[in-house]
């Protein structure tokens, strides 16, 4: 999936499995033809869907979000294939960022407000009593909000909570946390997670420190991190009560995209 050796490793399994169960398809040869043509049929439709995923995947990392939005709207159908191939890649993580928001939303109190940016299918809004506003560029569901997060139909300071669940996808990111920044209550929360591997000096990924300060210039305080999952970073901020008025140049990071390697 993405570049991160261990994580590498764990994925190939299933395919050195593959060799081992060599002997159990010569033995499903033997007994009927059509259960091994067929399985290596399903295989290669998901060889193909992998690849597709893979390509929209990259593209959604490398436009802007309006190019994104215009993107889907000539062909929607393209977002199913990317979110069949997210959720698979998601079943290879120990465990899901968002399941991780939920977790947080359900332990502060029902009656904050949430806007959740790239909602995906909506998993969230669906596990919580909070008031969601859900928004993606395309809706897979009637509670969806189509839009480009840079630019969604909300009040200023109306929210209480905005949630980035790996979705600062666009080369433009800065503007889908302006627009976070616009609409949050003075106090509100911001609750990033994103792909750890985009955060890794090391490997190319910006510096994690880098990224939170200029959170902080745009009028944030950054309150706690969590760096303990495997796969991904979790960044929890609060909007500035007062803002300076003063508007600051912000020195942002660019955010390398998270490309799936072929399993
Ligand atoms: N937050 C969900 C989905 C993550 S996938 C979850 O954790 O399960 C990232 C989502 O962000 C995709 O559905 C993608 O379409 C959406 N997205 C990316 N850029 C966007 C933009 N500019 N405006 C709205 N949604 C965007």
């Known amino acids: 999936m993405e570049a991160k050796k261990g994580a590498n490793r764990?994925?190939?399994?299933?395919?050195n499995g593959e060799s081992q169960t060599k002997k159990k398809r010569?033995?499903?040869?033997?007994?009927?033809?059509?259960?091994?043509?067929s399985s290596f049929l399903d295989k290669m439709r998901a060889r193909l869907s992998g690849g597709h995923f893979r390509m929209i995947n990259e593209k959604l990392y490398t436009c802007t979000g309006s190019e994104a939005l215009s993107y889907f709207e000539e062909d929607p159908a393209l977002f199913?294939?990317?979110?069949?191939?997210?959720?698979?890649q998601m079943l290879h993580?120990?465990?899901?960022?968002?399941?991780?928001?939920?977790?947080?939303?359900k332990d502060h109190s029902p009656s904050l407000i949430v806007a959740d940016f790239g909602c995906g299918d909506a998993r969230l809004a669906r596990n919580v009593k909070n008031k969601v506003f859900s928004f993606d560029l395309v809706s897979s569901d009637?509670?969806?909000?189509?839009?480009?997060?840079?630019?969604t139909p909300l009040e200023s300071s109306s929210?209480?909570?905005?949630?980035?669940?790996?979705?600062?996808?666009?080369?433009n990111f800065s503007n889908y946390l302006q627009e976070a920044h616009r609409v949050l209550k003075p106090c509100g929360w911001l609750l990033i997670a994103e792909v750890k591997s985009r955060f890794d000096p090391t490997n190319g990924g910006a510096d994690p420190n880098r990224f939170s300060k200029a959170i902080c210039k745009l009028g944030f305080t950054l309150e706690s991190k969590d760096f303990s999952n495997k796969m991904f970073i979790l960044l929890y901020f609060k909007k500035k009560e007062k803002q300076n008025s003063k508007v600051k140049e912000i020195d942002w990071p660019e955010l390398k995209p998270c490309l799936y390697k072929r399993r």
């Open 10 to 15: 764990k994925r190939r399994t299933p395919q």
């Open 159 to 171: 929210i209480d909570v905005a949630v980035f669940c790996l979705s600062l996808m666009g080369t």
């Open 26 to 37: 010569k033995h499903e040869e033997v007994d009927g033809k059509s259960k091994s043509s």
């Open 80 to 88: 199913n294939v990317y979110h069949a191939g997210y959720q698979e």
């Open 142 to 151: 009637p509670s969806v909000i189509v839009c480009d997060m840079s630019n």
């Open 93 to 105: 993580w120990p465990q899901q960022p968002v399941n991780i928001i939920i977790k947080w939303l």
